[in-house]
């Protein structure tokens, strides 16, 4: 315990400033306003909880990691960034980085899982197993999937919001840092289902693979988790993804990403500058001008 010493107030300190940013809130409201014109297009609402789930899948693939983003570009850089008052507090490395990711997780859990919870609840309200998929299938359509897919929304936005922060670190400006956090944006909306698609076009990934390369992908891991244990549950379909990977490859994100965090001191982040520096010389210098 007293190598995590100093996370409790390092976790209060960046909760208070998510409370205190309007834009957060204006935020969270935004996301109920896009949810609920989704859901007034597709219908799912009426149809009840999984419906509403498959009709949020898709927007929620790339609204989770923008609000990671929002939250974690400038987690320990930028030009306004809070490392120099996070410093002095002391503690180490690892309780710094646990902390700060503490903190923001259960910003992003509010600002994400709030709106959420406003829409299971208008389902409960006025949905119900109209569809004719689940009218066969009367009591499948729980409120406790619902819950379930609202956990697994969150758990896809821990591993952006921890790859984000991972990123913010190797940065030293505002402009650097904001141009990570693109990079971790587009590698995670598209990067894993491009990078299958290639592989399996190009014979690398055989078909019977596919579900478990998708499942290295953070927002493939998602959608598969989600289609497995809450689509999947109520109409008996599932296959879709190899679910041990996904787990562990949502798992594995953070994970990783927390130890970049945490093992990096300033020394670390030199070096390793110093070989993006070189090799990124070395690179320019074998291409044909």
Request: hydrophobic residues 55%; positive net charge.
């Amino acid at each position: 315990m007293s190598r995590l010493r100093g996370v409790g107030p390092i976790a209060w300190r960046e909760i208070s400033t998510v409370v205190r940013t309007r834009g957060y809130l204006l935020l969270s409201f935004g996301l109920l306003v896009v949810f609920l014109g989704v859901l007034r297009g597709g219908g799912g609402i009426r149809g009840g909880y999984v419906p509403t789930a498959v009709d949020l899948l898709l927007p929620l693939e790339l609204l989770v990691p923008l609000v990671a983003v929002a939250l974690g570009y400038r987690a320990f850089s930028g030009d306004n960034d809070d490392r120099s008052v996070l410093r002095t507090y002391p503690v180490s490395d690892r309780s710094l980085a646990v902390g700060v990711f503490a903190g923001r997780f259960v910003g992003l859990a509010a600002i994400v899982g709030t709106p959420l919870a406003v829409v299971g609840l208008a389902v409960s309200r006025i949905g119900g197993p109209s569809s004719s998929v689940f009218a066969t299938h009367q009591g499948v359509d729980s409120p406790v999937l619902f819950v379930r897919f609202i956990a697994l929304t969150i758990c896809f936005g821990a591993a952006v919001l921890a790859m984000t922060m991972a990123a913010s670190v190797l940065v030293r400006t505002g402009r650097a840092t904001l141009a990570a956090a693109l990079a971790v944006l587009v590698v995670v909306v598209a990067g894993g289902d491009l990078l299958a698609l290639i592989g399996l076009t190009a014979g690398v990934i055989e078909d019977d693979l596919l579900g478990t390369a998708l499942a290295v992908s953070p927002n493939a891991a998602y959608r598969g988790l989600v289609l497995e244990s809450v689509v999947g549950v109520a109409t008996d379909q599932g296959g879709t993804i190899d679910v041990p990977v996904a787990v562990a490859g949502l798992a594995g994100w953070t994970a990783v990403s927390l130890a970049v965090i945490a093992g990096l001191g300033r020394r670390t982040v030199s070096k390793i500058r110093s070989r993006f520096r070189i090799g990124f010389e070395r690179l320019k210098d074998t291409v044909p001008r």
